[in-house]
């Protein structure tokens, strides 16, 4: 396949051999992320390893984001419902088979591709702007560094130049957009039934033998997981800092020595601006120009004197524009490079030319310039009396967890230790893995350390933002499958429900057999004494049913008409199977398609490239040799 589109980038044969459908492609993270050179390996793509680190680190990162997600709490059973590990191990053998694909290719990312690819990242933004300073936090709050980070963005730009490859292999015609005009904009509604699991509980029977089948075959399932609790010492910070005391020679060498590190004043100006976002993708040239045009207009009304911040207020497209477009400070090198050197050039209330970059076309006028210094001593007093604190406060905690550790290594108990120190012993509740402790929080090293340790076991130093922690295990439950007698309740519960949705299911598929030979749904619904509801007009293209919910449908939508009224399945959405039958259609205007038709060109190619991309990684993995250690599995 590969010297196919090699050979015939813009061919119909592309489009041929990949099809079209399914959902696009997402990244969590592409290649190992430094460090060490891992030795783990869990599985091997056409000899290419994933390592069991790699997956570790970005199975942690996921599982924090769903932890938030989850308001910071997610169950045992939550974690293993979700599949992360699966999940994550099944996007890094795709996107490593992706990856080499575009080698084949030749697809490469220069070093001012990878740049902008960054800057145009709006997490990495303030007021649309690409921020150095953001951009640094942010990696350091994922525990990254940036040539980590670059690397992965890198060969994401890569897998992007093989999507845009696919792309071009794939024409829109008039006629699909037409027909998706007509879908999205017509509106339908449909009479049902509504066929609720609870109706068919009663009739259930669940059986001792299915019980106990189930329990057989679902251990996984059914296991509890490992839980511990952990005996910790916590050495904070500010506690230890607050003994330190810090002279005013000690304040003067640490000025010295870091005067023009950590003092000196930055270039730096304070500036306004009007700013009108890129073209979408498919503007024409016209279009392109004559946005350009509008803000040339406003740079010579900006010339003859009208006050720039009402011209803001008028004409500038960011959040910007309702403060008069201010930015506040900017120091040098924080923005892209086409407008910090505009900015930088100007003088104080000088407006720049037009200038454009990748988010669009801006109008910047400086307001107010600070030239670069550094602070006195005095200015800085405070700080760095703080910094000494903090930085000693540091040492000391760390002094004196290692010196308490080796005490309990040496078989003093824990509890002595700390009363030694002067520190509580606290203990935690029991916790399992993907469990986060309000009193602990986000560090994951703690949870690692304390999963690992056996009772009585001193495990090392664990490094937190604003603490060190000394940890002991304590209580150890093992991983196991409780008895039957202890699940039965539960079991037969989830058979009951799956019984009656099955029941419901196929009083479903009844009615709608009955339907397909005579659709008239209110003389059949009276004949099993059923409701006949209603959902009111909505676009065909909208994703929720009024009153119904959000259906799995194989098209995203429902395939009826007047000539075929009657939804070809019953569909289970929550707890309730429902039969639909069309009551009304209103045919979309013809005269809004105009307007629409650049925004469903785009949508369409983006549905078909995205089916064609999933196509191609199902080519590459039938023909890619790919093992996945069996301890892994």
Known sequence: MLDVIRKRKRSWLVLLLLGVGVLAFVMVGVGPQGGQEQVVTIAEVNGDKITYTELERQYYRMLQTYRQLAGGRLSPADIEALNLRGQLLEELIQQRLLLQAARELGLQVTDEELMQGIARNPAFQAAGQFNKNIYEQALRGQGLTPGEFEARQRDALVIRKLQDLIQD???????????????????????FVRLKTDDFVQSVEVGDEEIKAYYDGNGSLLREPLKVKARYLAYRVKDFAAEVEVSDEDVRAYYDVYRDRRFRIREAVKFSQIYLPAPAEGTSPEDKEAARQ????????????????????????????????????????QLVPALD?????????????????AFGLHLLKAVEKQEAGVRELEEAREEIVEALKNERGAAMAARAAEADRERALDGTPLAEVATKRGIALSETELFSAGETLDEIGGVEDFYRAALSLKPGQVGPIISAPDALYLL????????????????KDGITETLTRRKARESARKKGDEILAELKGAPELAKVAA???????????FPRGQAEIPEIGILPLPLGRLAVSKEKPVVDAAYLQGDAVYVMVLRKTIDADPAGLAKEKEDLTRRIRDEKRQRAFRRLIENLKAKAEIEIHPEFT
């Not at 292999?169 to 009479?191: C, F, G, K, M, Q």
């Not at 002991?472 to 202890?486: D, K, M, N, S």
């Not at 004949?527 to 007009?537: A, F, I, K, P, R």
């Open 294 to 333: 509008q803000l040339e207009e406003v740079l010579k009304e900006a010339r003859e004197g009208a006050d720039f911040a009402e011209l803001a207020k008028q004409h500038s497209k960011d959040e910007s524009a309702a403060q008069g477009g201010d930015m506040g400070f900017v120091g040098k090198g």
């Open 527 to 537: 004949s099993h004494d059923l409701t006949v509801e209603d959902t009111g007009l």
């Open 169 to 191: 292999a794939i024409p829109v015609t008039s006629a699909e957009v037409e027909e998706r005009y007509r879908v999205d904009n017509e509106e339908i509604a449909l009479d």
């Open 472 to 487: 002991e295990g304590g209580q150890r439950i093992e991983p196991t499958i409780p008895p039957l007698e202890a699940v």
């Open 341 to 357: 050197t505009a900015l930088f050039a100007l003088e104080t209330g000088e407006v720049s030319e037009v200038l454009e970059s």
